[in-house]
């Protein structure tokens, strides 16, 4: 009968998952408790202007964020044809009011993602060291504020991002 190996496999995935170590954010080793306001999908609505007014994104794209307790991605998508046009991901942690993202990696050219290397025996160059953004953040309800240094835009300004957090279910547009 095949029911009772599927049972036998059931029982046993079930008692394996349980009996792994769970990594609790208060735990000593474990990523920083103050990470997990962060943890979740997040879609950008827009930015704050001068006077704390929200000012909607009208780009024909939209821009999302996942964020877990120890990673982060980043990526726009096209809102008409649906289809993922950059993204980043890398490191992400939170202490107080202070959420910081580490660049691992970044987007490339069509040619360099889908083109082998000349010599593939030869190891890559490693990437140049990309300083950590350090945003000042808060999250309140499914808003986060978070204020995104100028220092790594052209235009040298502050820029006050609204994300908005996806309920388990949402569509993402």
């Not at 954010?25 to 999908?41: H, W, Y």
């Not at 950008?44 to 024909?60: C, H, I, M, Y």
């Not at 350090?134 to 052209?154: L, M, Q």
Request: net charge neutral; aromatic share 8%.
């Amino acid at each position: 009968m095949i029911r009772k190996p599927l049972l036998v496999c059931l029982c046993l995935s079930v008692t394996l998952s349980l009996s792994l170590p769970v990594l609790r954010a208060d735990e000593p080793g474990s990523p920083n408790k103050d990470i997990q306001r962060f943890v979740g999908t997040w879609k950008r609505v827009g930015t704050l202007d001068k006077d704390g007014k929200l000012q909607p994104l009208t780009d024909s794209y939209a821009q999302f964020k996942m964020v877990t307790p120890t990673h982060f991605t980043w990526f726009y998508v096209n809102q008409k044809t649906h289809q993922a046009t950059i993204g980043f991901t890398g490191r992400c942690s939170a202490t107080g009011d202070t959420y910081t993202e580490t660049l691992d990696l970044m987007p490339g050219t069509s040619e360099e993602v889908t083109q082998p290397k000349p010599d593939a025996n030869k190891a890559a160059d490693a990437p140049a060291d990309i300083p950590p953004v350090v945003c000042k953040s808060r999250v309140e309800g499914n808003r986060w504020y978070d204020t995104v240094p100028g220092s790594i835009f052209a235009d040298k300004t502050d820029h006050n991002e609204v994300w908005e957090r996806l309920k388990p279910g949402d569509k993402m547009f």
